[in-house]
Every structure is written in C-alpha cells, then in structure tokens.
C-alpha cells in the first residue's frame, strides 16, 4: 500500500511520515511539500537520513498514486484536494480543522472565517475520534473514498477525558470547564516570538482564553456523547495554556456531578471525605470499563495521575477521575501525546480502521520513558 | 538592622537570604540551618561565594541577636521560635502554613495532621498577605512582636486574581476552581523522584487533585474577600500541576459572574461577542482601579496575557481577565514567581509593613527578561 | 527466545526491556530487581501501564531460565552472574564497567577502586563496540557463553567519531582531547542534588575534569583503533558535561593531523581556507566510506553537523568532521542517544550479533523529531 | 547622568536597561529602536511594565541628549553614531564586533565581511575587556569621548579562564582549545529555525567548528595576554555549541602545560597524581591572587566546579582549574552570564570605569539562585 502524505515538512506531516515509515501494512510513502518541493524529506528533517530519503513532490502528482492520502495542511487550503480523493475514492485524512465539522459551516465559519468551497464533500466528511465515532469512520470507508477530520489536540484530550462522564449520567448538567496545557510542538514548525526558545522556555502562559477556535469541536463531541442537540449545547470554557516542553497535553475537565454521584458537602474545606473516595473509586471502575475495549484509553490505577511524559510518543491517552473534596465536581485530568493521538497517531489509527488493518497496527511501541 | 533567617539553606530561606542581601534597611544577616550547622550559606549555594559568606548558626543564638525573624521551616517545627520572638517583641514572619490560620486550628489540623503548640500565639499570629490584610499587619507590629504567616505560592496567586471579582460584585456565587501550574522550585531543595530532572523535564502532571492543603487557604481568602462567613464559605476546587520550569506559579480562577455581569449566552460557542469583550474591558478597569495603589499587582494591558517568564524574579503578581464566550465565567489568570511574591519576597514586603519602610524596599527590580 | 534483564527498574534496564518489548525476535521477558523484587515494572514506570505488565522477580530464578541475560547493575555487582550465565553458556551483556577491561584488571581496580572477583571470567570477556570489534563478538558467541562489556556512553562516542581518523593516518600523534556533554539521564534513577530539576535545570557544568573514569576505556579504544600498544597510550584528555537535557551526548574529540592532512596555517586566525575545505571534505569521504557499511553510524552530508535531538530514541551515532582555521587539527563531533546507542541500543546490537539475527533487529524506529 | 541606548529592543538592549533601571548613578534613560520606533519599551517587554515606561525614539535624538551611549546594534551599522559622539565627547560602548579589532581592519573584514567606515575612530576605540585592559580603558576616558568595543560572549569567558595561565608562564606553547557551550539567548532576539524551541530544546549541537567569528578576537586577546605579537599568535581552535537554557556560557580552555608545570605522566591513563593535585592546587592558588583585586572573577575553591546556573544573572566569571591525568594540560574551565558579564553587564563596567563610578555599581546583585 502507497500512503501519500501532503504537506509532509510540517511538524503533523513529518509525524506521520515518522510513524507510517515502520508501519507494516504500508510498502511505501509518497511525500509533498510545496515549500520544500524538490528537496528530500530527509534534507527537511536530518533526523530522517538513510532511512528516509523520499523526494517531496508535487501534489497533484502525489494523489494520483497513493491509496490512502494524509493532509497535513493550513485550514482552508485543502479542500480541492479532498474532492478529488473522494471522486477516486481514495480515503483522505485531513489535519486540518476543515472537515470536523461536517455540515455545520456556519460554526466552521464563525470560528476559522472561511466559507466552505466544496459543501457536498464536507457532508460526506467523518469526524476521526474513533472512540466516538468508529462506527461512522468504519461506514464511510465501505463506501469508499472517506473523507475523515482528524480532531484537535485539545478536542482529543477533553473529549476522551469527559465520554464516559457524559455518556453514563455522571454529569449532572451546567458549565463544563477545561483548561489544557500544550507543549510548544503544538505551534508548528514556524518560527515565532512566541516559540522562540528564550521566550517560551522556563515560563508559562495561557492564550486565547475563552476563545481558542477548538472550542465549538469540544462542544460538540460533548452534545454527542451526552447524547443531546449539539444545537443547544452545554456551557463550555476552555483555557489552553503553553508549557515549555515538546510534546504533551495535560488536560483538566470539571464536569458538576449528577445527584446521583454528588457526595455531602463539608461544612468547610476538608480533605475528601471516605464517601467522596468511594464514589471516585466508583467512577474510576466506571471508566475503566467504559474503556475495556479500547486499546489507546488508559483508565490509571488509584493512586497514579496522567503525566505527558508517560506517553510521550505513544497513542495513548492516560485518564484519571478524581470527586473534589466539596463533593460536587468531578475533575478528570487526561495525558496525551499532542503530536501522536492529539495528531498523527491518530490519523494513522483512522487509516488502520478505514483500511481494516488492526488498529493499533504501527502504534504499539511503548510510550518513550524520558 | 540584622535580619535572621531560621532554615537559611533551604530554597525559601536562600531566596530570603539572597533578596536581603541588597536590602537598604538591612544591614547585616544571621543565618541558621539545623541540618548544615557550622558551614557557610555560600558552601551550601556557590552562587553566594564572595558576595554571602555567612556562618549557618544555631537558631536559639540566631533569635536573641535579630531585629526582625524569619523561619523558613517545613510545617510544625517553629511555633516554639514564634512563641519566643513574640515574647521579646521581634517580629516574626514564619514561611510554613503553622500561622496561615490564625485560631482556625480545626482547619490547620484537619489539613496537616497537627495540633497547635503554642494556641495563643496563633491567636496574636496575622495573615501575612499585605494586599489583603495590609491593616491588621501594621496593627500588629504596633502592638510589636507581629507573628506572620506568609501566605502559600498558590492562594497569593489566586487569591489576588479572584479579590477585585469577590469584593466587588462581579462574581455571583456558585462553585469558583483554581486550576494552577508551578514551576518545580515549589517543591523544595530535597531530591525527590518527582522532582528528578529526567522525571519531570519536559513533562507536566497534575497532583493531589481536589486535596491539596493549600484548598482551605484559598478558601478562608476568597470569604475574606467577598466578605461572608469562612465558616460558610463557596465551593472551592483547587488542582495543581506541575510544570517543568523552575519558577512560576501560571492560575487561572474561573468565577461565575453576578447577573449584573453576566452576558447574553450566545445559542451555540462562537467566539466572544462585543458585549462580552465589553464587558470583560470594563472588568478589567474595575481590576485597575481596584489595585491601582499596589505596587505588586499588575492589572495587563488588554491583550496582553500573564507569563511567568515576565514576572521572573520580581514581587509582582500579573493579572488578566476575560468573560467567557458563553458570557457566564469570569476567568482570570495570573502569574507570580513562586519563590518571590509566592515565598521570600512577600515575606521581605512584610518586613517592610512592619518595620515601617517603603514597601517596595529592596523589591524594586524589573523581572528578569529571561 | 526469553531476554531476561537484571536490574530492569534502573534507567538502562528499563531502556532495554522499552526495545525489547518490540523486538521480533524476542519471544518473552524475565525482569529482575532487588530493590523492587514482587512489584511489576508497570508500576515502577507507568509508561508501560497495559503494554510490558511483567513482574520483577529475583536474578536467580531469571537467569535459569533465559536464553540470553543483559545485566544493568551498578560496577561490581554483577561478576557472579555473569560466572554462572558463561558456566551455562548463556550469553551475558554487562552494561557496567566490570567487562570493558578484559584481564587488565589494574586499570579497572585504579579507576573503579575494585578488585575482580571472577579473573576466569574477565578473560573470556569482549568489549561490545560492534563497529570496532564485531569480530571477537562474534568469536565468543560462537563458543558459546559470551561475555560481553557494553562499552560506557562516553567512549562511544568518543571512539566512533575518533576510529577513521585514528586507523588510516589522519591523526598524526600528539594530544587527543575529548570534550563531551551528556543529559541528566546519564545519571540514573535514584534522585540526588546534582540531578534535582533545580539545580542542573537551564545551567550547565563539567565535572570529573581530567578525572572520569571512562578515560581508560577510551583511551584503550583509541590504541587498539591506531593499532598500537594500548600499555603505551597517547595522551588523552576527557573532560564530561552535565547539560540540561533529558537524553543525548554531544561529543567534540580533537586530533593532531599527520602530516599528509595538515593544511596550511594563515599567519593569523583566518576562516577556513579554500585548502581546509577542500581536505576536509576528503577526510568528510574518508570517514563516509570508512562507516559504509555501519547501519548505526552517520556521516552526515556537508554542511550539517551532530545534534543529540536528531538522534533521539535511535541507536545512530551522527559524525562530522571539520578542520580548525589554522589546519593542524581534526575536530570530530558526534551526537548519540546516551540511553540507546550508550547503553541500551548497544546492548541490543550486541545481542543480535550474538544470536545471529540481523543487527539492526528491533532497533530500525527512525529517530524521534522532538 | 542620562545613559541612551540604541537598539534597546534587542536582547543586549534591554538587559542593558534592566540593569541601568537600578543603577544608582544613572538619572534617567534615553531608549531608541529602529524596528519600535514610537512605541514603549514596555510594549515590547511587557516585563517591564510600571517599571520602565520609556518610548523608544529615534537614535539621533538620543545621542544628542545623552551623557554615556549604549550601541546594541549589529555589526556594521554603527559606526556612525560612534564618530558623532566621539566628536561630541560622549563615550560610547558599542556592543557589536565593530570596535573589537582597533586598527586591525584587515582581520575584522576576513571574518565580519565589511570594510571600516570611519578608520580614525576604530584607531581612538579601546577594547572593553576591563580585566585585560582597565587602563587603557580609564586612559581613553580622561581624553573624552572614549569608544569602546564591549568584547563577544565567548571571548570573555575564554580570555578570563585563559589569562592567568597565559601572562604566567603556566602556558608552554602548542595549540590551545577553547570549546564553549552557550544559552540561546545568544542567537538574539529575532525568531529563526535553530532557536525555536522544538529544535533547540532537549537537544544540544554544534555550529561554525573552527570557523567562528570570534576566534581572532580570542586569539588576539590571548597574544596580549602572553604577551607576544599577535601578528604571530599560538594556533588557537574554538569550537561553539547551543546548550538549551536561556542564559550562560560554560568554557572550556585547553592550555599545553610549561616545563616548570608539566607534571610526570603515568605510562597508562590512571586518575591524577598527588603530584597532579598538588600542582593543579598551586595553579588554582596562582590564578586566586592574580584576580585578588578583581571584582568579578571567583577563583573556586577546591573542589567546585563552574556552573553557568551559578552565575545566573550575575557579572560573575566563575573559573576553576584543573591538570588533566598525563600531566601535560591545564584544562580551565569557566561560567559566566553570556548576557551580563558576556555582554550587558560588562558594558555597565565599563561604563563604571569610563565615568568614574565603582566598577561594581549597579552590578553587585547576588546570582540567582535558579
């Protein structure tokens, strides 16, 4: 199988071709950038030398010849490209925020200030969290030609955190909170003052409070897993921040408890109560067994909290629950690899379910200890 | 003047020793370390060589000798110092939470495991964070012999973004969440699995999620500041994390705003409305005004957000706010650097209250830029 | 086939059992601890939560019922199972100092302070530099019971940018200098001040200069690759330093050219002459050609030099080579991962060659990008 | 007095406002930046808000009102702005590499690639190391209208650890190494690949080996030290590294050994000899009482090691020596500040000198701790 990756020299792309270049279903890669069209990916990222030596190419030429095509490009430049995928009925990932929200233009819109060019491939578009959404990826491959909108980092790590919550009447309903740190790969490859090491490194610093763009995606993978009307959705903040490390997402979802799972309130602030460690305890079982059959959710053990660096460059998403000590709120905090399940990881498992390969199929190393 | 500094050689105690160092008023230092008793502060921080060569001493001698004390000890081991100091009248600003609480001993045990040992100096003990209590401080170094307890890095972070939102109306009930980020000199100067670079370098975690001591604090500030009953005080979450950064605490606050405040929702996320970035400007002239005669707070510009890299090695705390785009949460975030406005320059600014000098004494110098 | 790892809860353990849990030719694991023996190692490293769940049990039962045994012990600990595994004829990877010396034990005792315990053992022992002595691997493996050294992260380094240079007259006698920095993993697991995030966090230091005990193992390289009397050594000179990073060696070695490449000098410091470009790119070819046949060595093309984030979580070790301005010295930098081609990698490639398998088995992944 | 500064929103720009905003003897400041004109220096350096609220203006207003002129420009741009306050008498300390070569035009256009503007102002220029060269510097001074040229990062460290060595007789002759490891503040301030933090950090690499700008001002700075015709200076190589950390440059002086120092080299590498110690202690004690009066440069005790952490927004050379195990090298190492003593702060030394001042003034701030 020929895998073609557009806009290769990015961080997202290079990531895939990082990942599919030790995928055993996949024989070989073929590569475009237009920025770096003639060079050798290898020439881009000497990471890659004498073991990945691919010419990037154009990508008229790139789509023609690959069975399942990966985007790893600006919003809103992407768009033909997919059309055609989908008239050869070659599947098309796209990392873009282009097809995520189907046929919801006018949020896609409101939020990313572009105007949909071709409607009736977005209709047909799936958006890739397959632990949401697998039955629907799996349905748009049999029809040939899926059209997939690989999630946000963010959405990723928000989303896995809050399903089974939202899913089996954990929540109780009202404002669902997340804030989220990203590591600075998150930003691209671009340089930018705000990347800049001595800018960023050693410091922290939110940005885009209360109206980064993953928003409306966030919210509406919460109306679906909550089973409601994404048109009337929840109340939802979400605050991304940037740390200074590669790789990483650590999230914070606060979700208000359902009366059945609220506990008694201290008077004061006390430790948490032995009711509210129970519950939590309870609510962990519940995750883990909301999550059984997944092969990249982690429902940690008591005792053990998510940190990014132990899934550093692995698909996993490490969750843990936690009732605070008012008993009211559940706070679940998710770990993932921003550049693997929050991008390319991800996409690679949408190509394995659309494909019918196994789905950990080229993701099961071991998360990298430091 | 001579300053002591009991527990001179931990972080806290060095970052006392190395601000004092320049201290106008100052003119000499006593130093104490039960554990590197009889070597010099600068063989224990080379950093000090030539400039800090000062013996570690015995507390006992260390306090008869002082003008004014500090203790940077852990929790429980210096109330009997504190006991003394007040009998001689020398003031004394303790940097562990033994006199956070003040005749709250329920709380302080329920939280650290331990009784009071000298109850009626925690009687006579104020809350030592000047912006919020600056009264009470002058009033009791009057009465001479102040007892302090400096407040904890993560309730000053939250506690000065939340004071303008509580105590002016702009909040309107329900459960407030701080969810706060530090830089890994919070930690201490003791090696710890946690704390060991390989461990925790380019990675973040979250810890004692929904537990940690520092809840209760946060908790007696915010109903200090809205005015209510500590004994009946708003559901308070508090999560902190870990970031791979040496200094820095990075909050967020998220406040459910009064219905004077609060704006209309929009039906769906979009990005903020025109109401809501108005209201969230004249949110942040409230903000200005209200601390427009601290010299340690920093209400941002707009559109500028706080990072801990620019409140590096400076007492000031950097404050920003924005309404949420569903128009019902006030977030603010803030930055301070842990060991200065979180630990040792706040407890120089103190110093200052109560020996009468200029606030700003020995605190004037710009963040470092990097 | 079974691997069976002592020590597998330190760093270079568990660096092995992360590569070896993907090997293909590697059926199962045993893993051994002393001071976690009955816990499983995903609990000692949750990254491994759910993938690698293997108990840590005692060296004993492990080595009974391994095919091959690698053995990450602290120096001198380990002599009596590697006695038992070569009296068994199972082969035996010491990631220790104990087997780099073979019988010359003088040097071991002066530089690591202990006698040898098993002298028979030492004697059948081979040093694991594959790229220098595949051959006597090889040897032993065929008579079964190989005892291998797996040489220190330094002197890999050190000696494969150095080994050209040294075997085909480029070096011309005189000084060699090795200046090399490592990442705090190179350290190990257990916490100590020096490895406490804030103190080697955004500084830098040597340490050991002209004292670290990898200077006779790089020195014994650098004679048998001249090919000349390893008891009458050219000088050399090894200064180590500690750099702010989780992985990776930067190394810079220094060699007097010979005659034959010796350019000339400008009168005073003058950029490179079209001379020293020229020669150095021969010598660029020399080593290409000189590694042509390495799989784990990379001659990088012209114009690139080594970075430790390029060979990151790969068992590569990336070379350039440049002569200085003034045209009497060969400056050879190399960049490898300290946990995979200094220490686990190299043991693995040991292994393979060992059993016959291929050497790049298991250790194909192309390095990490960040 | 009132210090201008021209090119205030560059790295060295504002580090040089950081510390004259504290200056005791400087009234106020004039700021001025091409690329900023108009705006605040706040605005560019949100760290400075409250603090420093200056516009940046245009550099011939500064120059016209100021008593003491900063020039934090790129090479080649400033000449200009030297001759004019020459002629007026202003002293003018530019940060460039323009005035380091004095009359020496011919080796500054080998290496920087430009031809001298203003030929009789490089001949009036001084070099500003104050250690090496105070009476010059004091001497141009009394005639007015000095001209300064602040030395380069490295060479400052390099020349420090190298000059007690050089000027007594410790140095035999034969090649001398330099091989520096440096922050990233080094590379400015302007974004570009090799500083964004995904390349750069956890990583460390090389640049320009053997072909970097300031080797002739090392190697100039080292014939002055020995005092030999720098026409005919010793073979000198330097190779620069990018450590990731903002600040620092940690050195390493590699200085063949006298006959009267060369220690007796055991036959096979063996650690130091008591002979090797006790010279390595007698050079330690040499190098103590050549820097006795100098107020910036800390021979370490036995036993410490530089660390750049340790001098951390100081305008400290920390320095230790050490006789390599063949007894025939003296290895220096040293740490210092790259933006202080490397390049602001030894700017504000000299201007201390220029004017009067103590040459500690506004520079006696203790390292930060981390």
Redesign the interface.
Known sequence: MIAGIIGAAG?AG??IV?IL??HPKVDSLALSSSSHEGKNIS?V????????DIPLKNPEALISGSDVVFAALPHGVGETFAAKCFERGVPYIDMSADFRFGDDEE?YT??YGKAYQHPETHKKSVYGLPELNRRKICAAAKEGGAVIGNPGCYPTAASLAAFPALSRGVYGGG?I?V?A?S???GGG?E???A?????????????K???HRH??EI?RNFSFMENIN????R???F?P?L??????I?C?V?L?LSSEWKCE?P??????SPEIQEKTESIRQLYEDFYQNEKFV?V??TG???????????NFC?I?V?????G??L?V?S?IDN?VKGAAGQAVQNMNIICGFDETCGL???????
Chains 1, 2, 3, 4 share one sequence.
């Not at 990222?45 to 990945?52: A, H, K, R, T």
């Not at 053990?304 to 692995?314: C, D, E, F, Q, Y």
Request: one cysteine or more; proline letters at 15%; charged letters at 20%.
């Open positions: 961080y290079a990531e990082r270049s030790r020439s990222y000497p990471n890659f030398i004498d073991l990945i949020t409101a939020w404002t909170i804030d740190a590591g600075i790969t490859r340089p930018a003052r990347y800049h090491f001595p800018e960023c490194s050693d410091s922290m610093s939110p940005y409070v209360g109206a928003t409306p919210s994404p048109q009337t959705p109340p939802l903040i605050t921040r740390a200074p490390m590669n790789r990483g650590l914070a606060y208000p309130a008077a004061k602030p006390r430790p948490p982690r940690l053990p053990i909290l998510p940190a990014t660096g132990r899934v550093r460059l692995s490490d843990a936690q009732i605070d000590q008012n009211g709120t706070i905090t770990a550049m099961e190393a071991a998360p990298a200890l430091f």
